[in-house]
């Protein structure tokens, strides 16, 4: 016996790697819907051997179904989510929308799984920021270990991050630069993203970080450990998939480089890939279509007492996105709404 499960927003970027993660990981399902906004409905979309044709979201009636997964951004989650939840139907939203909620549990099952226990008051679970939930990952069996005071950390995040439209922007923008008439101006970033960087990642805050930039700070207090302290530099990077981050962790005490890589290595969720030559670490596009969360260039930071150096890598539409929200859902069944 299985689920009667929703996905809303099948037809974007992070719905569909939903719809492939749910039929790859065989999630007990039952009954599947794919609902869309209006401009979208009928559009077709893949579901393991399956082809879903999309529902309309605005007139949709959740009674009856048990998960709905939601990919629609904060606009919309805010005008939908709340109708699903007073239906029964558990939500788990992709949007920054219920993040810093203190009645919404955000979750990452291999850091916080206990979290989840937290959906009734709402009837919703959020899903992490995408930069967010590969560190975390990364730093909680460390934290465990040694206690971590302070993180710095520097992202370079694929264009995906920013849906379809930066996607194609991208590719549009290289193909001018050898195409003549093919030239494309920025529309959906502030500067040209082809064969540049990009040191904003959403909207300016009023002390000078972005709005990416303060969720790092404040989920990972959140999923983690409140007394972490966290500054972060997000950088938009040419791209498509893949986030891949700088992180400089100081400790309350000192951890061999050696026992963090062994401890990485063991942990769940992670892939360490450390080898000092050429090539021995693993780049974005390495790490596309694959559910882990890669760690190399592990190595001891000498400018303070107990600091340690990573580079993490991670496919920001899987782990950052669906994966964690169809693994959220596989701990909410195993935890509570447990079937046949």
Known sequence: MGYRVVVAGATGNVGREMLNILAERQFPIDEIVALASRKS???????????????????????????????????????????????????????????YDPDVPLVVPEVNPEAVDGYARKNIIANPNCSTAQMVVTLKPLHDRARIKRVVVSTYQSVSGTGKAAMDELWDQTKGMYVPGQEREPSIYPKQIAFNV?????????????????????????????????????????????????????????????????????????????????????????????????????????????????????????????LNAVQIAETLGNRILKKG
């Open 41 to 99: 409905l009928g559009t077709q979309c893949s579901f393991g051997d399956k082809t879903l044709t999309t529902k309309d979201l605005d007139t949709f009636d959740f009674s009856g179904w048990d998960i709905a997964f939601f990919a629609i951004g904060s606009e919309a989650t805010e005008k939908y989510a709340p109708k699903a939840a007073k239906a029964g139907c558990v939500v788990i939203d992709n949007s920054s929308l219920y993040r």
């Open 198 to 322: 990009i040191p904003q990642c959403d909207k300016f805050m009023e002390d000078g970080s972005t709005r990416e930039e303060w969720k790092m700070v404040a989920e990972t207090k959140k999923i983690v450990d409140p007394a972490i302290k966290v500054t972060a530099t997000c950088v938009r990077v040419p791209v498509f998939v893949g986030h891949s981050e700088a992180i400089n962790i100081e400790f309350e005490e000192f951890l061999d480089e050696d026992e963090a890589r062994d401890i990485l290595r063991e942990s769940p969720g992670i892939m360490v890939i450390d080898k000092r030559e050429d090539g021995g670490y693993v780049t974005p596009v390495e790490c596309v279509g694959d559910y882990a969360t890669f760690i190399s260039r592990i190595r001891q930071d000498s400018t303070i007492d107990n600091g340690l150096n990573l580079w993490c890598v991670s496919d920001n539409l899987r782990k950052g996105a669906a």
